[in-house]
């Protein structure tokens, strides 16, 4: 598969507002769900939100009503729209495919890009 390459993040101050971006192929984005996870150095990868073809998404609990997943499917790109950011956001954020049905389970999503670093000040 060709890699997924993410960009967007950057240094923000708690409160503020960040979009990742995730392209992938035509063939890749067609074909998979789209999923984003957050890493903290020396943690695993936690679930953040995801989307499946037809609009249906699903969201982390730390992240509902603040984070935004969408598609846009001319540009085979997903966005992670994040708002309100609180310093424990910070960490590399990862985009992967899947082709399970509403997993939240990062060892279910694979062809991982290399992530994007956000990091929130207080």
């Known amino acids: 598969q060709v890699p997924l390459v993410e960009s967007g993040g950057g240094l923000v101050q708690a409160g503020g507002s960040l979009r990742l971006s995730c392209a992938a192929s035509e063939r890749t984005f067609s074909r998979y769900a789209m999923g984003w996870f957050h890493q903290v150095s020396g943690k695993g990868r936690e679930f953040v939100a995801a989307?499946?073809?037809?609009?249906?998404?699903s969201y982390a609990d730390s992240v509902k009503g603040r984070f935004t997943i969408s598609r846009d499917n001319a540009k085979n790109t997903v966005y992670l729209q994040m708002n309100s950011l609180k310093p424990e956001d910070t960490g590399v954020y990862h985009c992967?495919?899947?082709?399970?049905?509403?997993?939240?389970?990062?060892?279910?999503?694979?062809?991982w890009g290399q992530g994007t670093q956000v990091t929130v000040s207080s």
């Open positions: 989307s499946w073809n037809g609009g249906v998404t």
């Open positions: 992967a495919t899947t082709h399970s049905s509403w997993s939240q389970r990062d060892y279910d999503y694979g062809n």
